[in-house]
Structures are given as C-alpha cells and as structure tokens.
C-alpha cells in the first residue's frame, strides 16, 4: 500500500481526480481518500499547513499501519533564483528510499534532486528567502515534511519527497500570506482575502495570474506522481 500526502485539498484536487474507485474513510479520527492506481491501493491524507497539525495528523495516520512507502508532496516555495513556477523537487535531504532506485523511477520528469527546507512560520518576503537560501543551503521551502519524515522514522516507512513550486523570489504571493492562508482555522478567509482586494485593487491582477499558476502546477505534480507510482 502507497501513502501520499498533501497538505491542503487545493494541492491534491488533480492527483485525487486521477484515482480510481475513490472513497472516503475515517481511522483514528483522520479522515482519509483511499482508491487505486497502476494496481496499486493508495491512501491519501491532508496533513494541514504546519507543524502542530501535521504532527498530530502523520502520527495518527501511521499509528498501527504498514505501508510500503509515504509520498509526501504538495506546493512548496523557491528559495533561488533557480526553481521556476512549476519546476519539481525531489527533496534527498528528506528521502530516505534509495536515491539510485528514485533516478529510474523518475527517468522521465525533469526534476531538481536538491535540498528542501521545512520552515516554522509563513516566508512573505523576498529578502527573507535569499537570507534563508544563503544560511540553510536549501532550494524550497515547505512547511510540513520535516514532521512527516520524523514520523515515517519513528514507524520504519521509506519516504519520498517530491513538491512543486508555485510561488518563487521574483513571484511572489500576490498578497500577504496571513491574507492568503489562515494557519489557525487551516483555511482562507474569504471576508479577509476580499477586503484585502478591494483595498488594493492594483493586485488583483497577480491574484488571477497566481491561480493560474496555481493550476498549472497542481497539473504537473498529478502528471508526476501518476508517473511515480506507475513504477513503483
């Protein structure tokens, strides 16, 4: 059986269209996507946005489970100047299934193998990132895989972390994260993201370009994945 996590629905919504015989599913208190593909049985689980709830959700999600290996994927936001919109990630300081074994199952994707950073808060500014690039040494930041790879640790499951990027140095959120993402109720608050447009009407412009960047990435991460486990 193949896990794969995602941290919010907006990231998963494509590669869960793809799935097979796709049903809901509750075990200790998560609530879980199961279907199939390529042959395979896969649960899908949104982890949340940050530390507190991805930590309480991966370890009730392998607690008294074996899997043969945890996907964890999802969006993630460049550090250089080198990862574009849309560019895929492999993280090799977080996977920890063979490195050789991951260059033949992703022969065929273009992806970056370099280091991916989990960060404890919301990184808005450009500055910030270059700043964080230069002390970390690594090319993305993410919020969630550092606890997803301490949990498959601790339950002997081989990771595999693959993102893609959505947003970089040179494109940034169109609006402030706190606008864009609330990380206490772990959902957009539509009245906030409204009065923040409206307030500055000059962004909304970004705002459309950002979802359909947005798209376009969650896009190629279904098209890899569906790749990924195709061969594994």
């Known amino acids: 059986m193949i896990a794969v996590t995602f941290a919010l629905p907006a990231?998963?919504?494509e590669f869960l269209r793809r799935l097979r015989d796709r049903t809901g599913a509750e075990r200790n208190g998560l609530r879980i996507v199961r279907g199939n593909m390529a042959d395979q049985m896969i649960e899908v689980l949104h982890t949340g946005v940050g530390e507190k709830v991805c930590r309480q959700r991966i370890g009730n999600f392998l607690e008294n489970q074996q899997f043969d290996i945890l996907i964890s994927t999802g969006f993630?936001?460049?550090l250089n100047n080198e990862l574009q919109v849309g560019d895929l990630l492999l993280a090799r300081n977080f996977s920890t299934i063979d490195l050789s074994e991951s260059n033949s199952l992703l022969l065929n994707l273009r992806v970056h193998r370099t280091d991916l950073l989990t960060a404890h808060g919301l990184i808005d500014s450009s500055d910030e990132r270059y700043?964080?690039?230069r002390a970390s040494g690594a090319a993305a930041v993410d919020m969630e895989t550092e606890f997803i790879a301490r949990a498959c640790a601790e339950h002997g499951v081989p990771l595999l972390s693959l993102r893609v990027?959505?947003?970089?140095r040179r494109k940034p959120f169109?609006?402030?994260m706190k606008v864009l993402f609330d990380i206490e109720q772990q959902r957009t608050r539509l009245l906030?993201?409204?009065?923040f447009f409206l307030a500055h009407p000059n962004r909304a412009p970004r705002m459309v370009q950002f979802a359909k960047s947005i798209a376009r990435a969650r896009k190629i991460l279904a098209s890899a994945l569906v790749a990924l486990i195709s061969k594994l």
């Open 11 to 13: 990231e998963s919504s």
């Open 76 to 78: 993630a936001g460049a």
């Open 174 to 176: 169109p609006a402030p």
């Open 192 to 195: 906030r993201l409204a009065t």
């Open 165 to 168: 990027i959505t947003d970089t």
């Open 131 to 133: 700043k964080i690039a």
